[in-house]
């Protein structure tokens, strides 16, 4: 389907890890809105997808979204945390074109096309956000390392200086809650009338004030509240997840091709079930055998291909948290300029503990 609208209205660009994607699962819901299927669906951080052009990677928004995505009477948008990691996620430059790249390189590029675009950005505690990275890295299989040796690491002013210029997952931990940095690019770009920027506590307090705001910032109905609204995404996932593209996934027990998952799934199949109560008890341990086989292979495969949890998933010391609360105190002066008002978690009686 040929896109009818050539621009976005508004972009959710971010931060990762700090509720982006309740923010996508309750504006799909809106009347007025066009989101894609899936949540990060990026072209400014990513050099293949911008070398395409815009019109390709319109049409295949349209092509890829919801039910009447291309009316072009609703507000387009994206959810794309990957605009605010401080530079290109993926580039494909020589090494000239890539140490050009800054923290101004994703705005100016969404400036130049789409100057009239607003922007929302949700941010949470730097220093929670680092755990809960350094958490989902572990539990994707992309972080063998400690929190505490990985912060330890990445504090170096050598690997500090790479991290922002080079933007990694297990990298980033530090670099891309370095808030202040990351947005002077788009306030030195945008007006601030385009620029929302709201806190991850807000819409765990108030989820429908906050989504009032948002709404009636990208100019929509504000009054609207989601059936879904209230209910969290992705927090604190224990279970690594299934993915076409990592392969390393196939055996876990959210893949469809594991026992695990296809015994799920025959066990959702009315018939299924129906034919399977009906067979005689003899045929069912005959049938049932193997598979228990099969899946206790399986499961000691996962074992041996996982991280060393007990100390990848150790508690963080309170040395490193202060460590990292004395590293974001910068920073965190910087974004309350821009901002004009102080962040939420710099605020008298502040957190002292991060919870995971």
Partial sequence: MQAEKDILDFIVIGAQKAGTTSLFQYLRHHPEVSLPDGKEVPYFSHDTAYARGWTAYMRNLACNGERDVADPVRKWGTVTPHYMVGGVYQSTGDAAVKDNYDERTVPSRIHECLPNVRLIAILRDPVERAVSHHRMAVMTGRERRSFDDAIGELLRPDALQRSRRYPQETMGYIAWGEYGRILAGYFDLFPREQLLVV????????????????????????????????????????????????????????????????????????????????????????????????????????????????????????????????????DATQLAVLLGATPSWQAPGGPETTER
Wanted: charged residues 25%; positive net charge.
């Fill in 199 to 330: 806190f991850t506590d807000e819409l765990e307090r108030a989820p429908a004030k906050l989504l009032g705001r948002i709404q009636e910032f990208i100019g929509v109905r504000a009054d609207f509240e989601p059936p879904n609204l209230g209910e969290r995404y992705r927090v604190g996932a224990t279970e690594r997840g299934f993915s076409w593209i990592s392969p390393s996934s196939w055996i876990s027990p959210t893949s469809p091709l594991s026992p695990q998952g296809a015994q799920r799934a025959l066990g959702r199949n009315i018939v299924a079930r129906a034919v399977w109560r009906a067979m005689p008890e003899a045929h069912r341990l005959r049938l049932s055998r193997p598979y228990e086989r099969v899946a206790r292979r399986a499961a000691r495969r996962n074992r041996r291909s996982a991280p060393n949890q007990v100390g990848t998933n150790a508690e963080p010391s309170l040395e490193t948290l202060a460590r990292l609360r004395e590293h974001y105190a910068q």
